[in-house]
């Protein structure tokens, strides 16, 4: 099946700085890309869809101008936490829509192994 | 409202036997997806099984098998034989309309197998 990729895995981070989270498509193209935020214990929340050669849509209650995301290519999604806060600490995961030939790849989502923040 | 509920928060079983794992959710789109995931404490999201709206018959994947009662906006996730490596979270999510649309989570069920 189709892979999706996410770099770093984990990450620590002072609390006042920027972390960029990489999220690419390893054998497909992906036009879009879903970022989800993860609390722990708690469900993915749909945080924006970041759309290649487009700015991103974004969740209400998300806010656009600390979590900057840049759709580069076809292949890779950028999550820049900026100005991160304790708050922030959290595990985001980003999911690609299939597309290839077959019903079933179509409606597939591909999910990244995730990245963990931890803001200090 | 809720468009996917998950009122189970933690639910357990024996090893080899079969357990149900609920799901109802909301929706006045016609046409939607529901979806299965697993995710263990790695956090990595695992994809278990899809139903579709239109779909005639239950969706299976090996020892994995959906309950869609499509009437009852339900759609439990049926896993047989468990295993111990079963343990884990488990996640049913919806996608409304068609194309590439992001999903919808339900809360979650902890999954626990017992030897």
């Known amino acids: 099946g189709a892979v999706v990729s996410q770099h770093p895995s984990w990450v620590i981070c002072k609390s006042g700085t920027s972390v960029k989270i990489e999220c690419r498509s390893l054998d497909f193209q992906a036009t879009t890309m879903f970022w989800y935020r993860q609390f722990p214990k708690q469900s993915l929340m749909l945080m924006a869809t970041s759309n290649e050669g487009s700015k991103a849509t974004y969740e209400q209650g998300v806010e656009k101008d600390k979590f900057l995301i840049n759709h580069a290519s076809l292949t890779l999604s950028t999550l820049t936490v900026t100005s991160a806060h304790p708050e922030d600490s959290s595990f985001y995961i980003c999911?690609?829509?299939?597309?290839?030939?077959?019903?079933?790849?179509?409606?597939?989502?591909?999910f990244g192994p995730g990245t963990r923040l931890t803001v200090l | 409202a809720q468009k996917i509920t998950q009122t189970q928060p933690g639910m357990f079983v024996q090893e080899k036997e079969a357990v149900t794992l609920d799901c109802t959710y909301d929706?006045?789109?016609?046409?939607?997806?529901l979806f299965w995931y697993k995710q263990p404490s790695s956090g990595e999201m695992i994809f278990l099984i899809y139903?579709?709206?239109?779909?005639?018959q239950n969706a299976t994947e090996g020892r994995y098998s959906l309950n869609f009662q499509k009437a009852r906006k339900s759609a439990n996730l049926v896993i047989s034989a468990s295993q111990l490596g079963d343990s884990a979270m488990y996640f049913c999510a919806m996608r409304e309309g068609t194309g590439r649309r992001a999903l919808t989570f339900g809360s979650g069920t902890r999954l626990q197998v017992q030897p």
């Open positions: 929706t006045s789109d016609p046409s939607y997806g």
């Open positions: 139903q579709g709206s239109y779909d005639q």
């Open positions: 999911s690609a829509p299939g597309g290839l030939a077959g019903v079933r790849s179509y409606n597939e989502q591909f």
